[in-house]
């Protein structure tokens, strides 16, 4: 294995049978989007056997979580980025509406339903049981150090982006990483 050193580490074409000692030289991209890829498709598929999608889990938390009961357009403004689209998260408020997991009050504002909020610690089980599998074999402190360091990533890329050729500038007032995350 080479020695870690303040030197750049040349950056290797990603490569799935990479051994321990050529880690280093892997594109952060591939791993964190194949770990990304895997842990989703597990999740949703799992979720779709029980017919629930997983923007309808997020809602349903969302919904739930806080003091007071949020309305249809701060749920569909948080959740938005976390989307496949700009509407999605609106149609799945319908849905939700729609399936009796959900209900508008008169101050329009969101509130789970008794079968809502059932659905909603149904699913928390099954994402607890799903976390530990892709937990298994790892200690939290093993799982707090990968966050860290994905996170300083991000805070690197973020922080960098006027400086890159053809500058990504970022609008004034955006956060730059740290703990926004």
């Not at 880690?23 to 770990?35: D, E, K, R, V």
């Not at 989703?40 to 629930?52: C, K, P, S, Y």
């Not at 960098?160 to 053809?166: C, T, Y």
């Amino acid at each position: 294995m080479r020695p870690l050193t303040d030197t750049a580490t040349d950056q290797a074409p990603a490569d799935p049978a990479a051994t321990d000692d050529m880690l280093a030289t892997q594109p952060i991209g591939y791993w964190s989007g194949l770990a990304h890829a895997a842990v989703t498709r597990q999740l949703r598929d799992a979720m779709a056997r029980i017919d629930v999608t997983q923007p309808q889990y997020w809602v349903l938390n969302r919904v739930n979580g806080g003091s007071a009961t949020p309305s249809r357009e701060e749920v569909v403004i948080q959740l938005t980025p976390l989307a496949d689209g700009p509407h999605e998260i609106a149609r799945v408020i319908d849905q939700l509406v729609h399936r009796g997991w959900l209900r508008i009050d008169t101050g329009q504002r969101l509130q789970l339903t008794d079968a809502g909020e059932a659905a909603r610690v149904r699913l928390r089980e099954l994402v607890t049981q799903l976390r530990g599998v892709v937990h298994e074999g790892i200690s939290d402190e093993e799982y707090v150090a990968a966050l860290k360091v994905l996170r300083r990533m991000v805070a690197n890329v973020e922080g960098s982006k006027a400086s890159w050729p053809g500058s990504f500038s970022r609008p004034a007032g955006e956060p730059v990483g740290g703990d926004t995350f």
